[in-house]
């Protein structure tokens, strides 16, 4: 038997090794081109079906954002349209304003005006452009940009699903100072004349979960911070994080009386007197009716925990002082708040207290991306519209960061806003492109960029021009 087996293995190599074996082995298996073929079409059949989820997902979580229908009617209630013939739509004013904001650093309106003419296909004259700013385009700015700010989607954060989910929201206000044209002082003076004739205040409340602005108002430099925070209605069940500047113990006391919780640094001058010691202070019964600078803390630990007595205009306010001692400095950096020590330990709250970063990147992203202290215009409703401008595009590249994030199946806070900033540039032609339902084939993109450096790269002095080298022909 064993001969016989290693006689047929011999002799079936032998047939696959011969002309006649090798056509039959090809008969029985399939053909390579024929494998790559269909290895190709399905790839590319997963490529368009990709494809078409993608631009479904940017359909709806960006491009629906706002709509034209919407827009128009805004503008007609704003009286955006004053002037005839309507060359230019309010819904491609709105956008290119907004993403003009991310392409060119110097703000103005031959930004504006390039844009119309690459994505819009609008040729028009730079002086038509010029005269739709003003208190139409102001208003509908502003009112386009708080309909985009409340349609968007607010994902949870997945390291911020514990203790934090006690609260509606996490508020922070801050304030950034916009540097202005001297032509302006007159209604935005600056603090510093002697280095700045005028700027303006861009004060901003942020959400610090989500990490997005709720509420904005622009004011002169000299306008308190502080004032403008008071006219805001107290919301139960928020917490409010507050910086040095905010401090106002009756302001505080309006928060807590509204079913609302603060955490606040506290100042290095405040010296409240001391109701109870809880953690790290020596002789705790003796410390009690001390003023706070006057009691002894534990030197073999780093943190501190007491209940002081506030007082204000309304009455007494209780509330936690808590200290934890800079490694560096040895210093104690000491947190004003509402909460109390069996609900957030000490690091939680100092951890929770650096979420106020959130606001400082936002300003950042507004800056440095979109361009908001790059304000070169002496008309105020012009002003008003840049910087809401601005406001919208901050508020689109988010939207496109939250898709994205969800089309890739990963958490919105693994991507970053300043690198979203960073790439707007690049993204907010072809965005511009879609939005206005624009075919992006390569002949229209060729097209675009062509009538981008015809239309919106002329020179803006000819006369001067020919005159200095026409004596040469």
Avoid at 23 to 47: D, E, I, N, T, Y
Avoid at 108 to 119: D, E, P, Q
Avoid at 190 to 203: C, D, E, I, Q
């Amino acid at each position: 038997m064993r001969r016989h087996s290693k006689a047929l293995r011999r002799q079936s190599n032998d047939n696959a090794n011969s002309p006649q074996g090798a056509q039959r082995s090809r008969q029985r298996c399939p053909v390579p081109g024929r494998v790559g073929a269909r290895l190709a079409q399905s790839r590319a059949a997963k490529q368009v079906r990709l494809t078409r989820r993608a631009f479904a997902s940017l359909q709806s979580g960006v491009l629906g954002m706002v709509s034209r229908r919407e827009v128009e009617a805004l503008a007609r209630q704003c009286g955006f349209y004053v002037r005839k013939p309507r060359e230019i739509r309010a819904f491609e004013f709105c956008l290119c304003c907004a993403l003009a904001s991310a392409v060119e650093a110097k703000r103005g309106f031959a930004s504006v005006w390039r844009l119309l003419a690459a994505a819009a296909g609008v040729d028009v004259a730079r002086s038509a452009v010029t005269q739709r700013f003003g208190e139409g385009s102001a208003t509908l700015m502003e009112r386009v940009f708080h309909l985009a700010r409340e349609r968007l989607p607010t994902p949870e954060h997945p390291e911020m699903l514990g203790k934090l989910k006690e609260f509606d929201r996490v508020l922070a206000d801050d304030g950034s100072v916009l540097a202005l044209v001297p032509l302006l002082k007159k209604l935005f003076p600056a603090t510093r004349t002697n280095s700045v004739a005028a700027a303006a205040k861009l004060h901003a409340t942020a959400d610090l979960v989500h990490r997005r602005l709720v509420a904005v108002e622009l004011t002169g430099e000299r306008h308190s911070e502080l004032k403008v925070v008071r006219a805001q209605p107290i919301v139960a069940n928020t917490l409010y994080i507050r910086d040095l500047g905010y401090t106002d113990y009756d302001h505080y006391y309006d928060i807590c009386v509204g079913k609302g919780d603060v955490l606040a640094r506290l100042k290095e001058n405040a010296n409240p007197v001391v109701v109870e010691a809880i953690e790290g202070v020596r002789a705790p019964k003796q410390s009690v009716g001390k003023k706070l600078n006057d009691v002894q803390l534990v030197k073999s630990s780093d943190r501190f925990a007491v209940l002081v007595e506030l007082r204000t205009s309304r009455g007494p306010l209780l509330m936690y002082v808590v200290g934890r001692r800079h490694p560096e400095t040895g210093k104690y950096h000491r947190y004003l708040t509402s909460l109390p020590p069996d609900l957030f330990s000490i690091d939680e709250l100092v951890t929770l207290y650096s979420l106020r970063w959130v606001i400082e990147l936002l300003f950042k992203l507004l800056k440095s991306s979109f361009h908001l202290d790059h304000l070169d215009t002496s008309d105020p409703q012009a002003l008003r519209t840049h910087i809401y401008a601005s406001l919208l595009a901050a508020v689109v590249f988010t939207a496109v960061a939250m898709t994205a994030a969800t089309a890739a199946g990963i958490a919105t806070s693994a991507i970053s806003p300043l690198m979203v900033g960073i790439a707007a540039p690049l993204l907010a032609l072809p965005l511009l492109l879609l939005w206005l339902t624009r075919k992006l084939t390569a002949e229209d993109l060729a097209e675009a960029i062509l009538r981008t450096i015809a239309h919106g790269c002329r020179d803006q002095n000819p006369r001067r021009t020919s005159a200095k080298w026409g004596r040469l022909s």
